[in-house]
Structures are given as C-alpha cells and as structure tokens.
Nanobody, 127 residues
C-alpha cells in the first residue's frame, strides 16, 4: 500500500509562486506515474497535471499550461508541482495520486485511473 504526503501549500498573493511536493512515505515512487488534482469548494475535482514513470512525458490541464511545471526525483521519492503566476481561481485543495504501471512513457489525468491518494494541501491565492 502506497502512502502519499503532500506539502508546500499556503497563502500566496496573485502573481506569486508555490512549489508543492508529493512524497511517497511508504512504498516506492519508481513503479508509478503521478497525478496532481485539485478541488475548490462547490466544484468538481479537476485533473491538473501528471508525469510518466520515466519523467519524459507530462500532461497539463489547459487552465494551468505554461504556468505550472511537474517534475519528479525518484531518489527522493518525491514529485513536485511548481506553480507560477498564480490566480485566485487556482485556490483549491491540491492532492497527488499514484497509478502503478509497467508503462514508462505515458500518463493520464483521469481520476479513476489512480489507486492511491494523499490527503491534500490547501492553496489559497488572495491579496
């Protein structure tokens, strides 16, 4: 059973930056592709980004493309989400999730694909 722990959330002004971390506290990152999701109050969960097992492929939601960057460091069992040019509409609880797979080069931001989820970290963008 994989255990994921998110960190790095907080309060930031519009236009600011945050870096979220998703650390595998139990298990190993190596056999998984990782996705980031977010859910704002009163809204459905939204897939934000994902990264393949080999780190060579990534996907982004249109709403965050060119502002967010996903990366992974398997030696640290951690996936990062660098968020720049933050907007008020980015305010949400951000969660990471893992999908075990033998495929190294693909990922998908489809919530039912993911087997293991973290508890989430709050990101608030406000002046």
């Amino acid at each position: 059973q994989l255990q994921l722990v998110e960190s790095g959330g907080g309060l930031v002004q519009p236009g600011g930056s945050l870096r979220l971390s998703c650390t595998v506290a139990r298990g190993t990152l190596h056999w998984n592709y990782i996705g980031w999701f977010r859910q704002a109050p009163g809204k459905e969960r939204e897939g934000v980004s994902c990264i393949s097992r080999n780190g060579g492929s990534a996907m982004y939601a249109d709403s965050v493309r060119d502002r967010f960057t996903i990366s992974r460091d398997d030696a640290k069992n951690t996936v990062y989400l660098q968020m720049n040019s933050l907007k008020s509409e980015d305010t949400a609880v951000y969660s990471c999730a893992a999908h075990p797979t033998l495929t190294q080069t693909l990922c998908h931001i489809t919530a039912p694909d993911f087997n293991f989820w973290g508890q989430g970290t709050q990101v608030t963008v406000s002046s």
